[in-house]
C-alpha cells in the first residue's frame, strides 16, 4: 500500500553556487512506493550548472538531500509524482532512492 504524506515546501532541485532557483508549493498531497527496482529507465538532463539534489522528502530543504546526480546519470522511476514537482526514483550510481525534480528527468 502506499504512504501517504503531506507537503509543504519548494519545487526545487538545480544547484550552483549557493543559489537556489524554484517555487513554492504549500498544501500539496504526495504518495510513493518504497521500493527500489522495476521502474522505467530514464536520464538526468537539463542541468546548466550544479546538480539535481536526491532527497529523503518532495521538499526543497538543505537538510533532506541524500545524494547528488548529473546529466547523464540513469535513474528509475520506481515510484509515484508528488503534487509539487517530484518524483520517486532510484539511482543506480549511488545506490540510493529518493525525491527528485521532474523537469530534470527525461
Given amino acids: ?5 503531506k507537503m509543504d515546501a519548494a519545487d526545487l532541485e538545480e544547484v550552483s553556487g549557493g543559489r ?10 504526495i504518495s510513493k512506493k518504497d521500493h527500489h527496482r522495476g521502474g522505467s529507465t530514464r536520464t538526468v538532463a537539463g542541468l546548466q550548472t550544479g546538480y539535481l539534489a536526491i ?13 547528488r546526480l ?7 522511476i520506481t515510484g509515484g509524482h508528488s ?3 517530484y518524483v520517486w526514483i532510484y539511482a543506480p ?3 540510493k532512492s529518493g525525491w527528485v525534480n521532474q523537469n530534470f528527468i527525461k
Avoid: F, L, W
Avoid at 20 to 29: I, K, L, Q
Fill in 20 to 29: 537556489h532557483y524554484g517555487a513554492v508549493s504549500d498544501n500539496d498531497s
Fill in 83 to 85: 503534487g509539487n514537482g
Fill in 55 to 67: 532527497r529523503t522528502q518532495p521538499a526543497y530543504d538543505d537538510s533532506n538531500i541524500i545524494g
Fill in 1 to 5: 500500500m502506499d504512504e501517504i504524506k
Fill in 70 to 76: 548529473y546529466n547523464g546519470d540513469k535513474v528509475e
Fill in 93 to 95: 550510481s549511488c545506490g
